[in-house]
């Protein structure tokens, strides 16, 4: 018997997987913005493929779209949106898009949505993603040694404590979002790697690239540009960590952590 297709065993206290069926687990919304600058188009169209392979069997459902929906209504059907390379612009879509974190809607930000500055006036934004405007930035895209702050967390648990992530721009955010008492930093740029660039060098700095602001279902990841996003495994499992948490365990969490008074 294929037990990994027809998925007909029963789950038990004793038995050691949880088969889907036909069961589906959530639902998921993916934006980005084909507009967008190359290298941000090249990343999302691939991160469009992963996550359709991690979607095999059904175990969810996604709708990809290349606008923010500027309804609440339409948000709600979602339990995690995927914001690739694609931040809210208008008025209606970054309220539909508060309210929908607000009542604890599920988000994953990659790169380029993370990217604010003193143009973006969306201070709501500011205090959701956990620290302040873009500061810098390497250039050309390459790869970097990353540190895992902590593997405690479901997301980092089964990363190594240092690696290599695949070559990417990556951005450094002031005040840094360490400096937030709600913010869990995940993984960062190893200061080993300065002076890190070859026409832009960032010289120093607090560098986180990988967080969760534990009042919300939230992760961003700044990786996202260029086409070598999905080529390492290491890299992918965390990107697949990141979506799990998001969508299946991260409520549980979040109340366990107000639960605590933490
Ligand atoms: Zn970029």
Redesign the pocket.
């Given at each position: 018997m294929m037990l990994c297709c027809t998925a007909q065993a029963q789950v038990t206290d004793n038995y050691p997987a949880d088969y889907a069926g036909d069961r589906i687990r959530f639902h998921a919304l993916f934006i980005w913005d084909p507009n967008a600058?190359s290298?941000?188009v090249e990343f999302d169209q691939q991160a469009l493929h992963f996550f359709h392979k991690l979607s095999y069997g059904e175990g969810f459902t996604y709708d990809v779209r290349t606008e923010c929906p500027n309804r609440l209504d339409s948000l709600q059907r979602y339990d995690v949106v995927v914001m690739l390379n694609a931040l809210p612009q208008a008025a209606d879509q970054r309220r539909a898009f508060e309210q929908y974190m607000e009542q604890g809607g599920g988000w994953i930000g990659f790169?380029?949505t993370g990217y604010n500055d003193k143009d973006t006036h969306w201070p709501w934004f500011n205090e959701f993603l956990g620290c302040g405007i873009f500061l810098c930035n390497n250039w050309p895209p390459q790869p970097a040694l990353v540190e895992v702050d902590t593997q405690q967390h479901p997301i980092t648990r089964t990363l190594p404590k240092e690696f290599v992530v695949p070559a990417s721009?990556f951005y450094q955010f002031s005040p840094s979002p360490r400096a937030n008492k709600d913010v869990e930093v995940l993984v960062s740029i190893s200061p080993k790697n300065y002076p890190f660039g070859i026409k832009d060098i960032v010289l120093f700095g607090d560098f986180p690239i990988v967080w969760t602001n534990k009042n919300y279902r939230m992760v961003y990841l700044n990786m996202?540009?260029g086409d070598e996003g999905f080529i390492d495994a290491t890299q992918n499992l965390l990107f697949t960590n990141a979506f799990r948490w998001v969508s299946l365990e991260a409520t549980e969490s979040i109340k366990a952590t107000k639960a605590n008074g933490k």
């Amino acid at each position: 018997m294929m037990l990994c297709c027809t998925a007909q065993a029963q789950v038990t206290d004793n038995y050691p997987a949880d088969y889907a069926g036909d069961r589906i687990r959530f639902h998921a919304l993916f934006i980005w913005d084909p507009n967008a600058e190359s290298a941000h188009v090249e990343f999302d169209q691939q991160a469009l493929h992963f996550f359709h392979k991690l979607s095999y069997g059904e175990g969810f459902t996604y709708d990809v779209r290349t606008e923010c929906p500027n309804r609440l209504d339409s948000l709600q059907r979602y339990d995690v949106v995927v914001m690739l390379n694609a931040l809210p612009q208008a008025a209606d879509q970054r309220r539909a898009f508060e309210q929908y974190m607000e009542q604890g809607g599920g988000w994953i930000g990659f790169h380029a949505t993370g990217y604010n500055d003193k143009d973006t006036h969306w201070p709501w934004f500011n205090e959701f993603l956990g620290c302040g405007i873009f500061l810098c930035n390497n250039w050309p895209p390459q790869p970097a040694l990353v540190e895992v702050d902590t593997q405690q967390h479901p997301i980092t648990r089964t990363l190594p404590k240092e690696f290599v992530v695949p070559a990417s721009e990556f951005y450094q955010f002031s005040p840094s979002p360490r400096a937030n008492k709600d913010v869990e930093v995940l993984v960062s740029i190893s200061p080993k790697n300065y002076p890190f660039g070859i026409k832009d060098i960032v010289l120093f700095g607090d560098f986180p690239i990988v967080w969760t602001n534990k009042n919300y279902r939230m992760v961003y990841l700044n990786m996202g540009h260029g086409d070598e996003g999905f080529i390492d495994a290491t890299q992918n499992l965390l990107f697949t960590n990141a979506f799990r948490w998001v969508s299946l365990e991260a409520t549980e969490s979040i109340k366990a952590t107000k639960a605590n008074g933490k």
